[in-house]
Every structure is written in structure tokens, then in C-alpha cells.
């Protein structure tokens, strides 16, 4: 099995949910080829639990899925069964339909990995096997027709296909135009203020995070994120600027979020979508585990509570 290179955003993160919700219909996520639909409650399960990941040294976390007790699983989430969906990255899109619904649980084992080694049959739901899944944090999510490998986010087939961006790296004059204009930013300068040094706060051995761009239809977006310890604390910035299409490209200032609006882990924008088709942006993000979502909302970006999978 392949390594899932994300998927845990820590309870410190202050999120804030846009004053329009994004319904489930709208945008899931894919996690080891299912959607996940909501987060679950563990007595939704029964019957015997089936390891799907082993822990290893690269991966330390373990994978676990459970049949549902349709009794217990609200009606709401019970109507995914059979729903036709679409799913999608920057590639043309993958058609697919809940086939069955269950639910898969994850969590770092304390137990030593051989413990899981060889547990390819269903475990009984006792003893070790359901204290581990007693504490682990449980999806309901669903079985799908088709693999759709190498796909992010689903939404139902009904609804329109989103306009959607990969982000390239910016080199070149442009890459220095963003980073100048960056650090003109007054709250990049609040930051530098409080640090008390020549040196600029978000300086690393490293260099500076990548700056990005994101060609949608009509609308060219260019994004910078720096991270830097500042006092006792970790400060972020992030700005999203419109390039125009000229030969020498204008840049204007669309969003900047601070540290209290964004991840406290290091993390990259992967992907732009302009959910529905009205201009507003929103950002998939990924960190070293974890995946989740900023999205424009009046002149600020706002991490979608409701678009992040938390394992913490």
C-alpha cells in the first residue's frame, strides 16, 4: 500500500466557517480510493474489524474498517448509498457511485507494529482490537464503483464540473516582484517589528517558501506563504495576488491571512477551485499528514472546518 503522505490537523488551529456552508455535496474528499462523507460516531460499527494499513516505520499510523449499523447512522448520511458522484483533481474527471457505506477508522497505535503485522482476516470486536478503534477517530465513508486513482476532491455528478487549477512554481522576475511586494505587506512588517532584528523574520537556511501560481479560465492568481519563529511563538503569512496578462503582469492584492487563520503546520497549496463559479477561490491545502481547505470569503481566506480531515 501506497503512503499517504497527509491527513492530521491538530485541534490548535482556529478555524471559522464561511457565512455560505459548503454542502457535503459540493466538495469531499478521496482517502484510500473512498469519499469520505462525515465524520462518524465509533458505535455506528459492527461486526469484526479488518486492518487495512499495517503500521510500518515509514507509516506509523493503522487503518481500520467496519461495517455500519444502519440503525445508528443518521438518515442523512445513509442517503449517500447509491449517490453518483464525480471525482477530480487538474485531470479530466473520473464518474463513480457509492457503492457501499462503512466506515474506516486511523490513529497512531501504541502497541509495537509487529502487534499488527499478519492481521489480514477481520478481528474479533473485543480485547485490543476494540480499544484501538475505541480510540481512534472514525469516517463514514463510501465504497466506490470505480478506483478514480490519482483524484482529490468529489461532489455530486449533478452539479456542474468546477473550474480547477494545479499550482506551479514562479521563477524568474516575477518570483522577485511577489517576494518584494510580500514584504512591503504592512502585516508582513507587524511581524518584523516584533522580531527586533535586521535579519527578515521568515529568513531560513532553506530560502524563502516557493511562490505559486494558479491559472483558472480568465483569473491568474499567484500565492506566497512564509512561517517564521518570532518570540516565543511560530508567526504565518500568507497573500494571494491577481496577475494580469500583460508582458510586464500587474500584480493586485486579493487576500492575506494571518497566523490565527491558517494551519500551525508547515503546509502548501495544492490545488484552486473555483467551487461555484462565482470567483471565489478555494485553496486545497496539504501538510506532511494532513489536508484541508481556504476559502475566500469577503477579503479574508477562512479554513473550512467543515473541509479538513482530523484524525486529533
Known amino acids: 500500500m501506497r503512503f499517504l503522505p497527509w491527513l492530521v490537523v491538530a485541534s490548535a488551529v482556529a ?17 484510500l480510493e473512498r469519499v469520505v462523507i462525515a465524520d462518524a460516531q465509533r458505535n455506528w460499527g459492527a461486526g469484526p474489524i479488518t486492518v487495512k494499513h499495517v503500521p510500518s516505520e515509514r507509516d506509523t499510523r493503522l487503518w481500520m474498517t467496519r461495517e455500519i449499523d444502519p440503525r445508528r447512522v443518521p ?24 457503492t457501499e457505506l462503512r466506515l474506516l477508522a ?9 502487534f499488527w503485522s499478519g492481521a489480514i482476516d477481520p478481528l474479533p470486536a473485543r480485547g485490543a482490537a476494540l480499544a484501538t478503534w475505541n480510540a481512534s477517530h472514525v469516517w463514514l465513508v463510501g465504497e466506490l464503483s470505480n478506483d478514480c486513482p490519482g483524484k482529490i476532491w468529489l461532489r455530486a ?26 514584504r ?10 516584533r522580531a527586533h532584528g535586521a535579519r527578515p523574520w521568515d529568513a531560513s537556511d532553506y530560502g524563502p517558501y516557493p511562490v505559486l501560481r494558479f491559472d483558472l479560465p480568465g483569473l491568474h492568481l499567484v500565492a506566497h506563504l512564509a512561517t517564521g519563529h ?23 492584492l486579493r487576500r492575506v491571512a494571518t ?32 489536508r484541508g481547505a481556504l476559502y475566500e470569503l469577503g477579503d ?13
Not at 438518515?75 to 457511485?97: I, M
Not at 486511523?106 to 509487529?114: A, H, K, R
Not at 512591503?184 to 517589528?193: F, I, M, W
Open 15 to 31: 478555524y471559522a466557517q464561511p457565512r455560505v456552508p459548503i454542502a457535503p455535496d459540493e466538495l469531499r474528499y478521496m482517502l
Open 75 to 98: 438518515a442523512a448520511v445513509r442517503a449517500w448509498q447509491n449517490r453518483k458522484l464525480v471525482a477530480g483533481s487538474d485531470s479530466p474527471p473520473c464518474n463513480t457511485e457509492v
Open 106 to 114: 486511523v490513529t497512531e497505535t501504541e502497541s509495537e507494529l509487529g
Open 157 to 182: 455528478a449533478d452539479r456542474k464540473l468546477p473550474a480547477t487549477a494545479a499550482a506551479s512554481v514562479v521563477s524568474g522576475p516575477l518570483r522577485e516582484r511577489v517576494l518584494d511586494a510580500f
Open 184 to 193: 512591503a505587506l504592512p502585516a508582513y512588517r507587524a511581524v518584523q517589528n
Open 230 to 252: 518570532v518570540g516565543r511563538s511560530d508567526a504565518w503569512l500568507l497573500a494571494v495576488w491577481e496577475v494580469s496578462d500583460a508582458a510586464q503582469p500587474e500584480l493586485a
Open 259 to 290: 497566523t490565527a487563520a491558517l494551519p500551525r503546520v508547515p503546509f502548501s497549496l495544492d490545488l484552486a477551485i473555483d467551487l461555484r463559479g462565482d470567483g471565489r477561490v478555494l485553496f486545497i491545502y496539504e501538510t506532511r499528514d494532513s
Open 300 to 312: 479574508q481566506l477562512v479554513d473550512v472546518a467543515a473541509l479538513r480531515l482530523a484524525t486529533k
